[in-house]
């Protein structure tokens, strides 16, 4: 089973000792950091911020903003939708799904995030963004789910190279360009199955300005694609913007990697495919 870390609980322990006057260093980690450093220092570490500390966190932080997300999570459900939404994906998959999910304020440095460290799946989902669409967090958290329910398959795990016995940085490390294009189109277009009917660029986090760009420029986008699975190319680039050319937005691959998958699924059932190894979905639907 997922096991959630609710910690907004904490959150607004937090913010109850800001409105007393106490000092914000103290107060995070006193009722935030501190209770939940077990999965909080896993995250924090990645995006280097134990190493710098958390005193910049209070130059981003709005106070207001933060009782008003606060407000907007309480609408959602939370954790109960969160609880839905995993019920749901076993129904689809047909099987348990184990690993942890925590629900957390990140202060602005992630929406969705799966974790694989040493055979274990963790998916922080960062309730701070973004400060609108509520419906956001049903298809992220479908999403993220899909990640989990492939990473966690010794048989995906093996066809690039890795295992359940790699820490998260050796992992990331043998993860193919292949591998990162076809998970990401399968979980855009898992959270689609999961929550049909939404605008087609909400599977990838897009506006529709960006979307469009993307509509009218996909022999460029797949020109890059292809030349990044012939060099397996570190995917990071395609998570900032003008990397295709000036004006094109970030995370390109996602909407490649979508469009991929809506051709491999009139052959295969979306479990079949989640269970397939990308070389073969790239090798067959990719020309």
């Given at each position: 089973?997922?096991?959630?870390?609710?910690?907004?609980?904490?959150?607004?322990?937090?913010?109850?000792?800001?409105?007393?006057?106490?000092?914000?260093?103290?107060?995070?980690?006193k009722?935030?950091?501190?209770?939940?450093?077990?999965?909080?220092?896993?995250f924090?570490?990645?995006?280097?911020?134990?190493?710098k500390?958390?005193?910049?966190?209070?130059?981003e932080?709005?106070?207001?903003?933060?009782?008003?997300?606060?407000?907007?999570?309480?609408?959602w459900?939370?954790?109960?939708?969160?609880?839905?939404?995993?019920?749901k994906?076993?129904?689809?998959?047909?099987?348990?799904?184990?690993?942890?999910?925590?629900?957390?304020?990140?202060?602005?440095?992630?929406?969705?995030?799966?974790?694989?460290?040493?055979?274990?799946?963790?998916i922080?989902?960062?309730?701070?963004?973004?400060?609108?669409?509520e419906?956001?967090?049903?298809?992220?958290?479908?999403?993220?789910?899909?990640?989990?329910?492939?990473d966690?398959?010794?048989?995906?795990?093996?066809?690039?190279?890795a295992?359940?016995?790699?820490?998260?940085?050796?992992?990331?490390?043998?993860?193919?360009?292949?591998?990162?294009?076809?998970?990401e189109?399968?979980?855009?277009?898992?959270?689609?199955?999961?929550?049909?009917?939404?605008?087609?660029?909400?599977?990838?986090?897009?506006?529709?300005?960006?979307?469009?760009?993307?509509?009218?420029?996909?022999?460029?986008?797949?020109?890059?694609?292809?030349?990044?699975l012939?060099?397996?190319?570190?995917?990071?680039?395609?998570y900032?913007?003008?990397?295709?050319?000036?004006?094109?937005?970030?995370?390109?691959?996602y909407?490649?990697?979508?469009?991929?998958?809506?051709?491999?699924?009139?052959?295969?059932?979306?479990q079949?495919l989640?269970?397939?190894?990308?070389?073969k979905?790239?090798?067959?639907?990719?020309?």
């Amino acid at each position: 089973m997922i096991k959630i870390h609710n910690l907004i609980p904490d959150f607004i322990r937090f913010i109850e000792a800001l409105e007393k006057g106490e000092d914000f260093d103290y107060a995070f980690k006193k009722y935030y950091f501190s209770p939940n450093q077990k999965v909080l220092k896993p995250f924090y570490g990645d995006v280097k911020k134990i190493e710098k500390g958390f005193s910049d966190f209070e130059k981003e932080f709005n106070l207001k903003k933060a009782k008003q997300r606060l407000e907007k999570i309480k609408e959602w459900g939370c954790p109960e939708q969160a609880e839905k939404i995993i019920k749901k994906a076993e129904k689809f998959y047909q099987k348990k799904l184990t690993g942890e999910m925590v629900l957390f304020f990140s202060f602005s440095f992630v929406d969705g995030y799966t974790r694989f460290n040493k055979g274990k799946n963790t998916i922080y989902i960062g309730m701070d963004l973004p400060e609108t669409e509520e419906d956001y967090y049903n298809i992220l958290i479908s999403h993220e789910l899909n990640h989990l329910t492939r990473d966690s398959q010794e048989k995906i795990l093996k066809s690039f190279g890795a295992s359940k016995k790699l820490s998260h940085k050796a992992y990331l490390k043998k993860m193919t360009f292949a591998e990162h294009l076809v998970n990401e189109g399968l979980a855009s277009y898992f959270s689609s199955r999961m929550f049909p009917n939404r605008k087609p660029w909400q599977y990838v986090y897009y506006s529709k300005r960006q979307y469009d760009w993307c509509q009218k420029n996909q022999l460029k986008i797949e020109k890059k694609i292809k030349q990044s699975l012939r060099a397996n190319s570190d995917w990071g680039g395609f998570y900032q913007e003008n990397f295709i050319e000036k004006g094109s937005p970030e995370m390109t691959q996602y909407f490649f990697g979508i469009n991929l998958i809506k051709k491999a699924v009139k052959k295969y059932h979306l479990q079949k495919l989640t269970s397939m190894p990308a070389e073969k979905i790239v090798s067959e639907f990719i020309k």
